[in-house]
């Protein structure tokens, strides 16, 4: 029955080009974005969130050359309606509301949910910590120290001749 792994990958490309153009945080901009776009109702919002984050992981074990699980596969089973229902009422409203046009596309879908610095943050020590050697993390914090220092005043060897007052 929900052995159509070509429908779940084609599901889930479907609502990422619709609402994820980006190419990082793809998972949580799909999700969160699919649910606003459907509903302004907090718990359906968390529903709509919460199955398109089910499907996103289905199709990432998929597509990054692994099987499903069993858990997932009865979790397909269980919710395809669901599923497929919710997929269709994203794209609807996809279709329905957001524009055409790329860049105003891109806006209204930033509108709608777009990673906030503490989350960029959050997955850059993520990755920071997952470093194995003391050499690289080590270079890896003197290049953040460094981005962090402010930089340097202006001092021109002519102080006569500022850059400004020309």
């Known amino acids: 029955m929900w052995d159509e792994v070509d429908r779940i990958v084609d599901y889930a490309t479907a609502l990422e080009a619709a609402v994820a153009p980006e190419t990082d945080f793809s998972r949580r901009r799909m999700?969160?974005?699919?649910?606003?776009?459907?509903?302004?109702?907090?718990?359906?919002?968390e529903a709509i969130a919460n199955?398109?984050?089910?499907?996103?992981?289905?199709?990432?074990?998929?597509?990054?050359?692994?099987?499903?699980?069993?858990k997932q596969r009865q979790w397909l089973i269980a919710n395809c309606h669901e599923l497929e229902h919710r997929v269709r009422q994203v794209l609807i409203a996809a279709i329905r509301n957001v524009p055409s046009?790329?860049?105003?596309?891109?806006?209204?879908l930033s509108i709608l949910y777009d990673p906030a610095d503490s989350d960029r943050?959050?997955?850059?020590?993520?990755?920071?910590q997952e470093i194995r050697t003391e050499p690289v993390r080590t270079e890896v914090a003197a290049r953040i120290?460094?981005?962090?220092?402010?930089?340097?005043?202006?001092?021109?060897k002519n102080p006569e001749c500022d850059a400004d007052d020309v």
């Not at 999700?31 to 919002?45: G, T, Y």
């Not at 199955?51 to 069993?70: A, N």
């Open 31 to 45: 999700s969160f974005r699919s649910a606003k776009l459907v509903s302004a109702d907090p718990s359906e919002q």
């Open 51 to 70: 199955i398109v984050k089910r499907l996103y992981d289905v199709r990432s074990s998929i597509v990054h050359g692994g099987s499903l699980s069993d």
């Open 101 to 108: 046009d790329e860049a105003e596309r891109r806006t209204m």
């Open 121 to 128: 943050g959050q997955f850059a020590l993520q990755k920071f």
């Open 145 to 156: 120290s460094a981005a962090l220092a402010p930089a340097p005043k202006h001092s021109p």
